[in-house]
């Protein structure tokens, strides 16, 4: 419980308005997505089950995280877990009393429900999600864009169609579509093209799920046996990742660089180097000038990623 108290005083939103890369224009983009692929011992199958595949049973039982990320920075402003058998969208709505009218939800196909776009709406956000192929809602208007208006729920919303083309770097082409559904309904503010390209955005929460299972945890099988102690490690892990992103959103907004262009992997080493010999915590005196990036800070300005394509 101590350590779920620490990851709620430590979570939400870590940019400053200012950070480079963290709105849309007013609204800060967020994105809710779940992770399904970390394992469990054997011992924790009474209470998360296994996955049954076509061709048997899985071999581990796996817990699904969900989490509503701050896609500039990648940081976390709430998380949640539990058995895989759980809806994705049932977790999200445990999670949307951290939304508030500043955040612009982003969202796939998975959160194509009216409880969900209700729940959403219900906090005074905006979203921006991606519907099923099978949802055929009315077309009440055609804008000038392309995009039409709608009513689903009960709520005004705008659809964007967009034909999406892939070209790998073998020279292979893939193409396909997306309809997008939106409560912003104008289309002179918020230009069908400029949604589709913000839709991008949302895999953003993709590379936070990777540096929190790969980078981090090392994609290894969770140690503990029992529910009890399984929780602890999972809001341990949460913790760390959650402290390392802060580090780096503050580097962020000091240096100017965007926080896409941090390097995760050199937080984490970084912190593990200054964890392991003390470095920036035993000194005979105080800097005369305040430390603004830290050791974690500079290490990850010093050597930024290349910008985003």
Same mark, same amino acid.
């Given at each position: 419980?101590?350590?779920?108290?620490?990851?709620?005083?430590?979570?939400?939103?870590?940019?400053?308005?200012?950070?480079?890369?963290?709105?849309?224009?007013?609204?800060?983009?967020?994105?809710?997505?779940?992770?399904?692929?970390?394992?469990?011992?054997?011992?924790?199958?009474?209470?998360?089950?296994?996955?049954? +595949?076509?061709?048997?049973? #899985?071999?581990?039982?796996?817990?699904?995280?969900?989490?509503?990320?701050?896609?500039? @920075?990648?940081?976390?402003?709430?998380? @949640?877990?539990?058995?895989?058998?759980?809806?994705?969208? =049932?977790?999200?709505?445990?999670?949307?009393?951290?939304?508030?009218?500043?955040?612009?939800?982003?969202?796939?196909?998975?959160?194509?429900?009216? #409880?969900?776009?209700?729940?959403?709406?219900?906090?005074?956000?905006?979203?921006?999600?991606?519907?099923?192929?099978?949802?055929?809602?009315? $077309?009440?208007?055609?804008?000038?864009?392309?995009?039409?208006?709608?009513?689903?729920?009960?709520?005004?919303?705008? $659809?964007? /169609?967009?034909?999406?083309?892939?070209?790998?770097? /073998?020279?292979?082409?893939?193409?396909?579509?997306?309809?997008?559904?939106?409560?912003?309904?104008?289309?002179?503010? /918020?230009?069908?093209?400029?949604?589709?390209?913000?839709? +991008?955005?949302?895999?953003?929460?993709?590379?936070?799920?990777?540096?929190?299972? +790969?980078?981090? =945890?090392?994609?290894?099988?969770?140690?503990?046996?029992?529910?009890?102690?399984?929780?602890?490690?999972?809001?341990?892990?949460?913790?760390?990742?959650?402290?390392?992103?802060?580090?780096?959103?503050?580097? #962020?907004? $000091?240096?100017?660089?965007?926080?896409?262009?941090?390097?995760?992997?050199? #937080?984490?080493?970084?912190?593990?180097?200054? $964890?392991?010999?003390?470095?920036?915590?035993?000194?005979?005196?105080?800097?005369?000038?305040?430390?603004?990036?830290?050791?974690?800070?500079?290490?990850?300005?010093?050597?930024?990623?290349?910008?985003?394509?």
């Amino acid at each position: 419980a101590s350590i779920k108290a620490l990851f709620d005083v430590l979570a939400g939103p870590v940019a400053a308005p200012s950070t480079p890369g963290v709105r849309y224009r007013r609204w800060r983009t967020v994105a809710f997505d779940g992770c399904s692929s970390i394992k469990a011992p054997d011992a924790n199958s009474g209470w998360l089950g296994k996955i049954k +595949h076509r061709m048997g049973w #899985a071999g581990y039982p796996m817990v699904t995280l969900m989490c509503l990320v701050e896609t500039g @920075t990648r940081g976390l402003l709430a998380a @949640t877990f539990g058995p895989c058998g759980t809806r994705e969208s =049932a977790y999200a709505r445990q999670l949307v009393g951290a939304l508030n009218a500043s955040m612009l939800v982003l969202a796939d196909r998975g959160f194509d429900a009216n #409880a969900f776009f209700q729940a959403v709406t219900g906090t005074k956000a905006q979203f921006l999600v991606r519907a099923k192929s099978t949802r055929r809602p009315p $077309v009440l208007a055609v804008l000038p864009d392309g995009s039409w208006l709608t009513r689903i729920a009960g709520i005004n919303l705008r $659809v964007i /169609d967009a034909a999406i083309s892939v070209a790998g770097a /073998d020279g292979s082409h893939i193409n396909g579509s997306y309809r997008l559904v939106t409560t912003l309904t104008d289309h002179r503010a /918020d230009p069908a093209q400029a949604l589709i390209r913000l839709y +991008h955005e949302r895999w953003e929460i993709e590379s936070a799920y990777y540096a929190l299972r +790969h980078t981090l =945890a090392g994609a290894r099988v969770l140690r503990s046996g029992d529910r009890p102690g399984l929780e602890l490690e999972l809001w341990g892990l949460l913790v760390t990742y959650q402290v390392l992103r802060r580090a780096m959103a503050e580097a #962020a907004q $000091v240096s100017g660089i965007d926080p896409d262009r941090l390097s995760f992997t050199i #937080a984490l080493e970084t912190a593990r180097d200054t $964890v392991a010999g003390a470095n920036g915590i035993l000194t005979e005196h105080y800097p005369a000038r305040p430390d603004l990036l830290g050791m974690i800070g500079r290490a990850v300005t010093a050597d930024p990623l290349p910008v985003r394509r």
